[in-house]
């Protein structure tokens, strides 16, 4: 009899396809297409990421409230709307009111919102709702999973506040890949790692960057970078340095609500990560499942159900 595992691997393949013309994007994953310019300023880039995680609210700013909300000067406001493709800031919050419209509609209503861990679980709710979204095309999350398949060794970066994210991938990517090297430590340690992870053969690393954002995890990303290694992120940020950095960013929203952060939707951005990569090679997972079943009973790492 296979294990649970192991008929959650042969069941839960994903199927590559495109969007259905139906599927809804998510408001995030608008504003990250209508904010996709390489060139914005980190001022820019300021007003942008304000818009991305307040939409609801910031497109029905005036020009002087957003300036003043997110600390930069009214001609700043009208220069990113020019950067961005409109004619002015007009024209930009017409736009963002649209999207704004289309959340609300679709939003609970406010007499429901209940208290606040009912609050901080409805914004978790609607972060796995926008990445479910995200998920009507999977293309882009087989092609990442098949790559990182495939590089021997696989690194898994995740430093501070991510490292929690990074230890349960690295957990059960060991279960389907040969060679997964967990990287928790920032600075010369991680330097080391990285280095010897590229020298090894290595390709790919997935790092993990949760708020607060730490400098030794940009400085490792750009260490890996500069090593020859492709960097795969997974971040609630759609736009900055990290996501500068990454050759392919998953920009993730985290439960913000109460004192520490939670994090349902990057956690099911891992597993999602983790089905295809098993998908990529079906018969070397089947394979290292069996044996690690057969050590798992020969050793009794598990109580009996």
């Known amino acids: 009899m296979p294990s649970p595992q192991q008929a959650r691997a042969q069941a839960s393949a994903i ?55 997110v600390g930069v000067s009214q001609p700043s406001v009208t220069r990113f709307a020019s950067a961005v493709g409109f004619s002015g800031y007009p024209a930009l919050r017409e736009k963002l009111q649209s999207i704004a419209l289309g959340t609300l509609a679709g939003g609970p209503a406010e007499e429901n919102q209940g208290n606040e861990l009912q609050a901080a679980v409805d914004a978790e709710i609607e972060n796995l709702e926008n990445l479910r979204r995200d998920f009507a095309d999977p293309n882009l999350v087989i092609d990442v999973g098949r ?11 995740g430093l501070r ?64 970078r500069g090593a020859g290694l492709k960097v795969a992120l997974i971040t609630d940020l759609a736009l900055g340095p990290l996501a500068d950095e990454a050759d392919v960013a998953f920009a993730i929203g985290t439960g913000s609500r109460l004192v520490f952060d939670s994090y349902a939707a990057p956690g099911v951005m891992c597993s999602a990560l983790l089905q295809a990569m098993t998908d990529a090679d079906p018969e070397r997972t089947q394979a290292r499942l069996e044996e690690y079943e057969q050590v798992a009973d020969q050793h009794q790492f598990f109580l009996r159900d």
């Open 161 to 224: 506040i991510s490292v929690s994210l990074a230890e349960y991938f690295a957990y059960a990517a060991r279960r389907i890949h040969p060679d997964v090297r967990l990287v928790t430590r920032g600075g010369s340690v991680a330097y080391d790692a990285l280095l010897q992870s590229r020298e090894a053969g290595g390709t790919w690393v997935l790092a993990f960057s949760m708020p607060r954002h730490a400098q030794e995890t940009l400085t490792a990303v750009r260490v890996a």
């Open 15 to 69: 199927t590559s396809g495109k969007a259905a013309p139906e599927a809804e994007v998510s408001p995030s994953a608008q504003l990250r297409t209508l904010f996709d310019r390489p060139r914005l300023s980190p001022g820019q880039r300021r007003i942008a990421q304000y818009l991305i995680e307040h939409i609801t609210e910031a497109a029905f700013l005036s020009i002087t409230d957003l300036a003043d909300r």
């Open 147 to 157: 790559k990182l398949s495939s590089s021997t060794p696989l690194t898994v970066l």
